[in-house]
Structure formats: structure tokens, C-alpha cells
């Protein structure tokens, strides 16, 4: 895919979708952070209906502390792995009350050192609280960029750089969503549906479905 084609494709996704954005509900960086954790092989409709009712009752770190890891687990119980995610929850709200005054940091290396955040948690967090240019690549990210061609790679770190590259920069604040709404939605895993896609003309794929 060439620059002029890169370009027409960012184009008409931010045509289709002019402001997109997360579809985990939050209404604050920690609150992002929380869900992102919760999000890891879970769906964001499972994530949400969980989150509705713990951040009602706790919403900061200190508050999830004070909650503490028993009764976290009775809130996140219908989201897998809540085990772990529930001691990474209390462990990651200790590390920020005792060292970031309660606050999410602003920063890559402080957000991974944070425990159940890794290199794509963080991104979500510095692109979707802090407006950042990354792009976290999940699943739905690794297929779009490997499957139109618009920036292959054989793991999501070689992608992750590859779109980094690949996106015109008036597009990359908000390439991770368009890319991640589009794998989810249009481009899906086993059957694609290409009959109704805006860049089906754009795209390498060589198996188009109707």
C-alpha cells in the first residue's frame, strides 16, 4: 500500500467516524486505566456492566484500597481472570497512592512498571486520557494492518512500529481507534465483511467476501 492509499484510507475512515473513541465507559485516567486492565481477554460489554458498579462505589485508588482485594473481586467475578486481575488492581492502586499522589502517570515507563499494565495497556492509556499518538495493537489491529497491507509485521511490536510509519500524522491520534472499531466491526476475524467495507478498494486482501 502506497502513501497516496494510506492516506485515502485514513481519510475515509475518519469520513465514516469523524470522532471515534474508546467503548469502555470512564470518566477519568484511572478509571480508563482500571478498565483497560479488566479488558484483557475480555469484551468491553462485559468490562462496562462490571465497572458501572464498582466505580459507583470506588473509583479511586485510595477507595479500591479501602474496598480492598475480597470485595473487588465480588464486582469484576463475571470478567475472566478476575483472580489476578483483582491482586493487580490493589497492587497497581498501592503503587500509585505511594508513589504518583494517587494519579495516573503521564508516562510509558512509570505506566509499565505498574503491575497488569503492559506496552498495550499503556498506549490505550497515553492515546485515549492523554490524547497521545500511539497505537496500542491488539488483535483486531494486528489483523487489519497484516491483512489490507497497510503495515504487516509478524508480531504486534514490529506492527505497532510499522503503523507508526505507515499512518499520515494527521491521523495517528486517532488511528488506534478507526483501526480497532474496523477489525471489530467490518474486518472480522473469519469471515470479513468486504461487500460493505469503505477501503474494500484499498485493501491487499486477496480473499474478499461479498
Known amino acids: 500500500m502506497n502513501k497516496q492509499q494510506r492516506y485515502e484510507l485514513f481519510k475515509r475512515l475518519q469520513r465514516e467516524n469523524p470522532h471515534p473513541t474508546t467503548e ?15 479488558s484483557a481477554q475480555a469484551t468491553d460489554v462485559s468490562v462496562n456492566k462490571a465497572t458501572e458498579s464498582l466505580f459507583a462505589v470506588a473509583n479511586t485508588p485510595k477507595a479500591i484500597l479501602k474496598l480492598g ?22 497492587q497497581l492502586c498501592q503503587l500509585l497512592v505511594d508513589h504518583h499522589d494517587s494519579q495516573v502517570p503521564h508516562d510509558r515507563e512509570a505506566l509499565e512498571r505498574l503491575p497488569g499494565v503492559g506496552r498495550k495497556t499503556a498506549n490505550v492509556v497515553l492515546n485515549t486520557a492523554f490524547g497521545e499518538p500511539t497505537i496500542a495493537v491488539d488483535t483486531h489491529i494486528f489483523r487489519v494492518a497484516n491483512r489490507t497491507g497497510l ?5 504486534v511490536l514490529v506492527v505497532e512500529h510499522a503503523l507508526l510509519k505507515a499512518v499520515p500524522p494527521e491521523f ?11 477489525g471489530r466491526y467490518t ?8 461487500g460493505s467495507c469503505v477501503i474494500s478498494d484499498l485493501c491487499e486482501y486477496p480473499n474478499k467476501t461479498e
Do not use: M, Q
Not at 31 to 37: G, K, P
Not at 69 to 90: F, M, P, Q, V
Open 69 to 90: 482485594e475480597e470485595k473487588l473481586k465480588d464486582y469484576i467475578k463475571t470478567i475472566g481472570l478476575y483472580n489476578s486481575k483483582a491482586r493487580h488492581i490493589i
Open 151 to 155: 503495515a504487516p509485521g509478524e508480531n
Open 187 to 194: 474486518c472480522l476475524a473469519r469471515k470479513p465483511r468486504c
Open 24 to 38: 469502555l465507559i470512564y470518566h477519568s485516567p484511572f478509571e480508563l486505566l482500571l478498565a483497560v486492565v479488566l
Open 172 to 182: 495517528l491520534k486517532d488511528a488506534h481507534h478507526w483501526l480497532i472499531l474496523h
